[in-house]
């Protein structure tokens, strides 16, 4: 029998800068006044269109509990059974301001050596939206499992029943307002581009005179079942090429819920940040370590929980819907190995060939959500601003793929210190359940649309590799290996996003200009490289030193994709260069380690406009973390972890490296940890 438990609290903070909609293209109607050529000249240059800041605080509180066991009923047979139970709580608080400057009129700017950017800007009848809200979320899993294993001459089978589910309670209350034509406002990158410094005059503006636009609780609640079963066999042949086989079978099916609801408090038009409490406080330190001197600090908050506690809703909270989208997801797999080995005196061989076959069902529908603030009375007459269209969209897939494999490692004889490890499969990656879920969600006040797309393909690889591997210590320990890899890739899932115009007229809504998100397929792509890595423990050196040892790979990755408008991309995610370095210390119960990673810059997604422009890339990055472990001879275990000691931040930008996509500001992170094994 094991029983086990862990528990973990994390407290966290971070401050994020973000431009959401991309940058936008100065035109003839962006300008203040199209005759003056000052400003004409500025006529094609991107400048930022909606500078977002953000800053969050809160925790997360965890619970884990295991329980297995084991029995052996006979000497060939043994039985288990296995449950866990995973509780978790989580509480966040945000403050965010946008100044979405593509709905003002530029009347002053300047550009850089390109004349491409516009490094700063003056613009006049801006809009500003500052939202206050806090999150609530409750998650808990159970889930069992019961199997066997019979292992009688020649024979090992095993066979496994499982379940499990899982729930998410989410809470949320809103507080936002927004200030139409905020006067004469502007951004300036100069200083620093991941940084832009921004100011409104908003930010200064009496809490009496910002009327509160929304007040509002809303609710969520995601589910997860998932039943599956597998039966495997295997068969050992003795001494010839072909020393076992082995073969099974695996299904599963899991089937994902959610519903919403949403109610508004009746009195949010006629209330001001005056009348509620400050919110999440803001004290001018945002960002203070590492932004220049006069980025935005500190704007209006409120605290929505209370406001809308003392200004409820006079409407009963229902879910809008049973089912906003439900979809299930049913998978077959059979599969069959054999495994190999030989000595022709010369070389030793050994591996194993096989092929699996997956089948892959999937099925449900969702909704097509619009929240607005111009939804006439006849479409919203409970004025929550929001409404289900009739229409459900809905998913009906099957498609069924064949997995071969086969690897192989040759040496001069079993054990011999150099070998040679070949390598050749097809993979299969499934897209994920936010990616194909059939619901709409649209925001006119955004001009956004976020949806998925019920009809992606799964993406598959052929995947070939050659790996030479030399073991230079008796306990194989240590040792020098390099791999070369070659990927050719169909189908594959990238985020996108692009501009469409489109109208609701079912629900009184004029045509307007959307950002959509959504997924897509991404076409054919190679990816191709070489890895490097080297491990020894220290153990030829004397005394104190030969308690430590090192580790460090490097990665070298070449590839491309064109997309469907001829534009080359490098594949989503891949980094031309990344390499990894860890010194460890190993002596008695005391265990460190010192690990610094690397990675070049990274296409994080790909853009869908025709030239390919806005495509969002991850800028090149090195984190530095300590790991130290005590383990005491009566089980106690002490941990304590000091994360990106550097303070390195997370940046991605959109084509070049000086327009800013998103920055979280974030420092070190510590983690203490208390164990005990009895």
Same mark, same amino acid.
């Given at each position: 029998?094991?029983?086990?438990?862990t528990?973990?609290k994390?407290?966290?903070?971070l401050?994020?800068l973000?431009?959401?909609?991309?940058?936008?293209?100065?035109?003839?109607?962006t300008?203040?006044?199209?005759?003056d050529?000052?400003?004409?000249?500025l006529?094609?240059?991107?400048?930022?269109?909606r500078?977002?800041?953000e800053?969050?605080?809160?925790?997360?509180?965890?619970?884990n509990?295991n329980?297995?066991?084991q029995?052996?009923?006979?000497?060939t047979?043994?039985?288990s059974?296995?449950?866990?139970y995973?509780e978790?709580?989580?509480?966040?608080d945000?403050?965010?301001?946008? @100044?979405d400057?593509?709905?003002g009129?530029?009347r002053?700017g300047?550009?850089?050596a390109?004349?491409?950017?516009l490094t700063?800007?003056?613009?006049?009848r801006?809009?500003?939206d500052?939202?206050?809200f806090?999150?609530?979320?409750?998650?808990?899993t159970?889930?069992a499992?019961?199997?066997?294993e019979w292992?009688?001459d020649?024979?090992k089978?095993e066979?496994?029943?499982?379940y499990s589910s899982?729930e998410?309670?989410f809470?949320?209350?809103?507080?936002s307002?927004?200030?139409?034509r905020?006067?004469?406002g502007?951004?300036?990158?100069t200083?620093?581009?991941q940084?832009?410094?921004?100011d409104?005059p908003?930010?200064?503006?009496?809490p009496?005179?910002?009327?509160?636009?929304?007040?509002?609780?809303?609710?969520?609640?995601?589910?997860?079942?998932?039943?599956?079963a597998?039966?495997?066999?295997?068969?050992?042949l003795?001494?010839?090429?072909?020393s076992?086989?082995k073969?099974g079978?695996?299904?599963?099916?899991?089937?994902y819920?959610?519903k919403?609801g949403?109610?508004?408090?009746?009195?949010?038009?006629?209330l001001?940040y005056?009348?509620?409490?400050?919110?999440?406080?803001?004290?001018g330190?945002?960002?203070?370590?590492?932004?220049?001197?006069?980025?935005l600090?500190?704007w209006?908050?409120?605290?929505?929980?209370?406001?809308?506690?003392?200004?409820?809703?006079?409407?009963?909270?229902v879910?809008?819907?049973?089912?906003?989208?439900?979809?299930?997801?049913?998978t077959?797999a059979i599969?069959?190995m054999?495994?190999?080995?030989a000595d022709?005196?010369?070389?030793?061989?050994?591996g194993?060939?096989? @092929?699996r076959?997956v089948?892959?069902k999937?099925s449900?529908?969702g909704?097509?959500?619009?929240q607005?603030?111009?939804?006439?009375?006849?479409?919203?007459?409970?004025?929550?601003?929001?409404?289900?269209?009739?229409?459900?969209?809905?998913?009906?897939?099957?498609?069924?793929e064949w997995?071969?494999?086969f690897?192989?490692?040759?040496?001069?004889?079993?054990?011999?210190?150099?070998q040679?490890?070949?390598?050749?499969?097809?993979?299969?990656s499934?897209?994920?359940?936010?990616?194909?879920?059939?619901g709409?969600?649209v925001?006119?006040?955004d001009?956004d649309i976020v949806?998925g797309?019920?009809?992606?393909?799964?993406f598959?690889?052929?995947?070939?590799?050659?790996?030479f591997?030399?073991?230079?210590?008796g306990d194989?320990?240590?040792g020098?290996?390099?791999?070369?890899?070659h990927?050719d890739?169909?189908?594959?899932?990238?985020p996108?996003?692009y501009?469409?115009t489109?109208?609701?007229?079912?629900v009184?809504?004029?045509?307007q200009t959307?950002?959509?998100s959504?997924?897509k397929?991404?076409g054919?792509?190679?990816i191709?490289?070489?890895e490097?890595?080297?491990?020894?423990p220290f153990t030829f050196?004397?005394?104190?030193?030969?308690?430590?040892?090192?580790?460090?790979?490097?990665t070298?990755?070449?590839?491309?994709f @064109?997309d469907?408008?001829?534009?080359?991309?490098?594949f989503?995610?891949?980094?031309?260069?990344?390499?990894?370095? @860890?010194?460890?210390?190993?002596?008695?119960?005391f265990?460190?380690?010192?690990a610094?990673?690397?990675r070049?810059?990274?296409?994080?997604?790909?853009?869908?406009?025709?030239?390919?422009?806005?495509?969002?890339?991850?800028?090149e990055?090195?984190?530095?973390?300590?790991?130290l472990?005590?383990?005491?001879?009566?089980?106690?275990?002490?941990?304590f972890?000091?994360?990106?000691l550097t303070?390195e931040?997370?940046?991605?930008?959109?084509?070049?490296?000086?327009?800013?996509q998103?920055?979280?500001?974030?420092?070190?992170?510590y983690?203490?940890?208390?164990?005990?094994v009895?």
């Open positions: 029998m094991l029983l086990a438990g528990y973990e994390r407290d966290r903070s401050q994020k973000e431009e959401n909609i991309g940058w936008q293209t100065v035109d003839a109607g300008l203040l006044d199209s005759s050529p000052d400003l004409a000249a006529i094609g240059a991107a400048y930022p269109g500078p977002r800041q800053q969050r605080s809160g925790s997360a509180d965890k619970l509990l329980a297995k066991i029995y052996a009923a006979t000497d047979l043994e039985l059974l296995n449950g866990f995973t978790e709580s989580r509480d966040e945000r403050a965010r301001i946008q @100044v400057f593509s709905r009129r530029l002053d300047a550009l850089d390109s004349g491409e950017t700063e800007g003056r613009f006049d801006q809009r500003v500052m939202l206050n806090t999150r609530l979320a409750d998650i808990e159970v889930g499992t019961g199997g066997f292992d009688p020649n024979w089978v066979g496994e029943l499982s899982s998410e309670n809470r949320e209350w809103r507080a307002t927004r200030v139409n905020d006067g004469v502007g951004y300036s990158i200083a620093d581009p940084y832009p410094v921004v409104t908003a930010t200064m503006a009496d009496a005179s910002l009327s509160i636009q929304n007040l509002d609780f809303q609710r969520r609640i995601i589910s997860l079942d998932e039943s599956a597998k039966l495997d066999a295997e068969r050992q003795g001494s010839g090429f072909i076992s086989v073969f079978g695996r299904f599963s099916s899991a089937e819920d959610r919403q949403q109610v508004a408090s009746p009195d949010a038009g006629g001001t005056a009348d509620g409490e400050p919110g999440f406080v803001l004290d330190s945002f960002a203070q370590d590492f932004a220049p001197a006069g980025i600090n500190m209006p908050t409120v605290d929505p929980r209370p406001f809308y506690e003392a200004h409820p809703s006079t409407d009963t909270f879910f809008d819907d049973e089912n906003l989208w439900t979809i299930t997801e049913d077959s599969y069959g054999a495994n190999f080995s022709t005196g010369a070389l030793f061989l050994r194993n060939a096989g @092929v076959g089948q892959t999937y449900g529908q909704r097509v959500n619009i607005s603030t111009i939804l006439p009375d006849e479409f919203d007459p409970d004025g929550n601003d929001e409404v289900f269209l009739d229409d459900q969209p809905s998913i009906d897939r099957d498609y069924t997995l071969p494999s690897n192989v490692v040759a040496s001069a004889h079993d054990g011999a210190p150099f040679v490890r070949a390598a050749i499969s097809r993979a299969l499934r897209p994920t359940i936010n990616e194909i879920n059939p709409v969600e925001n006119t006040d001009g949806r797309n019920p009809a992606l393909d799964p598959t690889a052929w995947q070939y590799d050659l790996g591997e030399y073991y230079f210590t194989k320990e240590g020098l290996t390099a791999t070369l890899f990927k890739v169909k189908n594959f899932i990238a996108v996003t501009s469409e489109t109208a609701f007229p079912q009184g809504l004029p045509e959307y950002l959509v959504t997924f397929n991404g054919e792509a190679t191709q490289g070489v490097i890595g080297v491990q020894t050196l004397p005394g104190f030193w030969r308690d430590f040892g090192v580790y460090a790979n490097y070298y990755t070449d590839s491309e @064109v469907d408008n001829g534009n080359a991309f490098r989503p995610g891949a980094s031309e260069n990344a390499y990894n370095l @860890v010194a460890y210390y190993e002596r008695g119960g265990s460190g380690r010192l610094y990673a690397f070049s810059d990274f296409l994080q997604t790909t853009s869908g406009n025709a030239d390919g422009s806005n495509a969002i890339y991850g800028e990055q090195g984190r530095l973390d300590l790991g472990r005590y383990r005491f001879e009566n089980g106690l275990r002490l941990s972890d000091a994360l990106n303070e931040q997370a940046y991605t930008y959109y084509d070049r490296a000086d327009r800013y998103s920055l979280d500001v974030e420092g070190r992170i983690t203490v940890g208390l164990g005990w009895f």
